[in-house]
């Protein structure tokens, strides 16, 4: 198996990320996410491409394909066994690579990433970060879990492997030409649709007057 940069990366390379897929197909699920995502696109305009880092087998990208039937998407994928069902979906092209790793051909109308942030060595965030900023024409989606200040969790008994901070908030004030949309919360405990506690942010690029990035 390819060894990556961080030990983050090899853990959902391997066997823990093999497990992760199976936990993560049900049909419920699947209706969860078209739940979460019709309140998302309703806020947008003039999606038809998407792009998804860490895309697993799909299933956020099928719930918004669902949504909007004529989209065409990209997923990457760090673990093989996942790509090769996300490999599957016709209107996907699949890649099976790190976040670090993928190089950048294209732009899409919404760079996506759900709960991939939390797992990516700290280090290396701001790196995730010009890359998800650079796969985007217009919006940024991130749903992950939210903590005003970053902190570690264990993670099913394992330590170094999650991470939670205000991902938005920092690309925010890395990026100055991005501007909050809307932003949720999906509660654990919700009765008809839960998701596991995610708080998503919907950020959109905006020209800056004489500028036309970021600050960089």
Do not use: C
Not at 86 to 108: G, H, M, P, R, V
Not at 141 to 161: C, D, F, Q, S, W
């Amino acid at each position: 198996m390819q060894k990556f940069n961080t030990a983050q990366e090899d853990f959902w390379a391997g066997e823990f990320g093999n497990n992760y897929i199976e936990r993560n197909k049900s049909i419920k699920y699947l209706a969860a996410n078209i739940a979460m995502f019709s309140k998302i696109i309703n806020k947008t305009e003039n999606i038809s491409s998407v792009i998804e880092f860490g895309a697993n087998v799909g299933m956020n990208l099928k719930a918004i394909k669902m949504l909007l039937p004529e989209m065409i998407a990209e997923g990457i994928e760090i673990n093989k066994n996942a790509f090769n069902e996300l490999s599957k979906n016709s209107y996907i092209t699949a890649i099976n690579s790190s976040i670090f790793d993928y190089k950048i051909e294209n732009q899409f109308d919404l760079a996506l990433i759900k709960t991939v942030l939390i797992h990516i060595n700290p280090d290396f965030l701001p790196k995730a970060y010009d890359i998800l900023y650079q796969s985007s024409k217009k919006y940024i989606l991130i749903a992950e879990y939210y903590n005003p200040t970053p902190v570690e969790v264990t993670y099913r008994g394992h330590k170094g492997k999650l991470f939670k901070r205000d991902f938005a908030g920092e690309m925010m004030e890395k990026y100055h030409d991005l501007s909050l949309i809307d932003y949720g919360f999906i509660y654990k405990r919700d009765k008809n649709y839960p998701q596991d506690d995610i708080n998503w942010f919907l950020l959109e690029k905006k020209a800056l007057p004489g500028n036309d990035n970021a600050n960089i």
